[in-house]
């Protein structure tokens, strides 16, 4: 059903386009963009059944035009930031001031990079990696962060992040985040043995 809406919008589109309807230009990506909103969520020690009693946080962050609808669907325009696999101490379980590094060591204070991995013949980004959001479906993008780094402080609620990534085709991407960072305990909820669920967008 969701396949077959998703079609009769973009053949929408596309008679709009032919009949004169409004022609979008393609988003500009911002290289340092503000990410206005966002959450963690905490896994707990999810990679103990492999030996790394680390626990483990995800982290997404938002820029403003981006919002989830009722069905927890990424709608709008704009870029997501989405870092995974955040490592941990096992006796911390909020996101901890400092540098974490992007690297696959699994340490505290470091964050996976990102990567393509395939679960049941569908493809799947893991790890950190940024979205962006177009006004044309089709030009929306996916890329994967490979190296860099992110720093993290709060004064009480307010976390501030900065971040200085460089992505797998090498371009480079800063960004900033300072506001409260709710964060979800996802550790009993999550079965060692699942793959954790996606947020739903354009990649299908």
């Avoid at 470091?110 to 395939?118: E, S």
């Amino acid at each position: 059903m969701k396949k077959y809406k998703l079609l009769i919008i973009v053949f929408t589109i596309f008679l709009l386009s032919c009949g004169g309807g409004t022609q979008y230009s393609q988003l500009v990506y911002e290289k340092n963009p503000a990410y206005t909103w966002g959450y963690a969520e905490f896994f707990g020690n999810y990679y103990s059944n492999y030996g790394n009693n680390n626990n483990v946080l995800s982290v997404s962050l938002f820029t403003d035009s981006l919002k989830l609808n009722t069905l927890g669907n990424l709608t709008g325009l704009g870029q997501f930031l989405f870092l995974e696999d955040v490592f941990q101490a096992p006796s911390d379980t909020l996101l901890q001031d400092g540098t974490y590094t992007v690297n696959d060591t699994g340490k505290p204070f470091t964050v996976a990079p990102g990567k393509n991995d395939t679960v049941d013949n569908t493809l799947y980004p893991i790890g950190a990696y940024i979205s962006y959001y177009e006004y044309n479906a089709a030009n929306s993008t996916l890329k994967l962060i490979s190296h860099g780094s992110f720093t993290v402080s709060h004064s009480g609620s307010i976390y501030n992040i900065a971040c200085n990534f460089k992505t797998s085709d090498s371009t480079e991407l800063k960004g900033n985040f300072s506001a409260q960072l709710p964060h979800i305990d996802q550790s009993l909820s999550t079965p060692k043995s699942g793959v954790r669920k996606k947020l739903a967008y354009f990649r299908k």
